[in-house]
């Protein structure tokens, strides 16, 4: 999984986003055009502890559709669901300059907050600059098995999957402006939620959620114990109609601006906001 720089290299030609409804594809260099093939209920379940694809006779079909005609192979990007791994923003006072003593570091860090072994795990991780020296590095985690099963009908099809990443990472290329912001991005039932400050990311929780209300209002009130001031914006993506409902009943109950994650490049929602973000981080380096 490797999370060092969405765009550090050339984007790959393609980029994926899978998720429980269905596959959101686009041709880079086409952007903004995509397009959305839905499928089966039940092929994808996405868990951080067990196999996702319960239907892989029904994702190999859909995605031998996508596969290069020529039978040239095709360098994609891969867009995961947000619950198939754990993501976590660390902070170092100190991070050492080698790589392999950063993801020994960054594995011993993950150890006691995943439940499932580190050691035998795919790990990405992405150093951000922080205030006084320090540094803010986010680091996802998933079960290889997972990765594996997410990539095979790809690989199988004539894909390269080289650049793997999860829907709320590559959808933080949306996330404009240096203010003190929270993120809820909804997809199924999952609930992801973000807090961004000065560009950096200081907060990421995926969960499934039994109460959206009090699920935010923790966030706003973890923001404001441990950052020290309060948000002053709340971003909603993946609300679907709720949308306005929630950003009126958000901005009257908090008193801070509550807009919908829009982009040029889309309308970002709960089955393709990763995939939007990945196109408009992509426009902006070409």
């Known amino acids: ?10 984007p790959p030609a393609y980029a994926i986003e899978l998720s429980e409804e269905g596959i959101a594809i686009a041709d880079v260099a086409k952007a903004p055009q995509t397009e959305f093939r839905p499928l089966t209920p039940g092929t994808i379940s ?38 198939c791994a754990r993501v976590a ?28 072994d580190v050691e035998s795990a795919a790990v990405g991780y992405w150093a951000q600059t ?4 320090k540094l803010d590095v986010i680091a996802a985690v998933a079960p290889l098995e997972i990765i594996a099963r997410y990539e095979a009908p790809f690989r199988a099809a004539g894909m390269n999957p080289g650049f793997v990443t999860t829907s709320a990472l590559a959808m933080l290329a949306l996330v404009e402006g240096r203010q003190l912001t ?33 699920d935010v209002y923790s966030t706003f009130a973890y923001v404001e114990d441990q950052l020290g001031a309060k948000a002053q914006a709340l971003l ?19 008193g801070i601006v509550v807009e919908a994650l829009q982009s040029p490049v889309g309308i970002p929602g709960e089955s393709n906001a990763g995939l939007i973000g990945y196109l408009q981080g992509a426009m902006g380096k070409n």
Request: net charge positive; hydrophobic share 45%; aromatic share 6%.
């Open 46 to 83: 996405v868990s951080p502890l067990r196999d996702n694809i319960l239907m892989p006779d029904e994702l190999a079909a859909a995605v031998r559709t996508l596969a290069p005609v020529n039978g040239k192979r095709k360098d994609m990007a891969l867009i995961l669901p947000d619950y």
């Open 130 to 133: 922080a205030d006084g020296g």
């Open 236 to 254: 909603l993506c993946g609300f679907g109609a709720e949308t306005e409902e929630r950003q009126r009943q958000f901005q009257k109950e908090l």
């Open 182 to 214: 929270v993120i809820a991005k909804l997809s199924g039932k999952i609930l992801t939620l973000m807090v961004v400050n000065g560009g950096v990311l200081k907060l990421i929780r995926c969960i499934e959620f039994s109460d959206l209300t009090g």
């Open 1 to 10: 999984m490797n999370l060092a720089s969405l765009f550090k290299d050339r």
């Open 89 to 116: 923003v660390l902070d170092f006072d100190k991070f050492p300059s080698d790589s392999r003593e950063q993801l020994s570091l960054v594995r011993f860090r993950l150890k006691k907050s995943v439940p499932f």
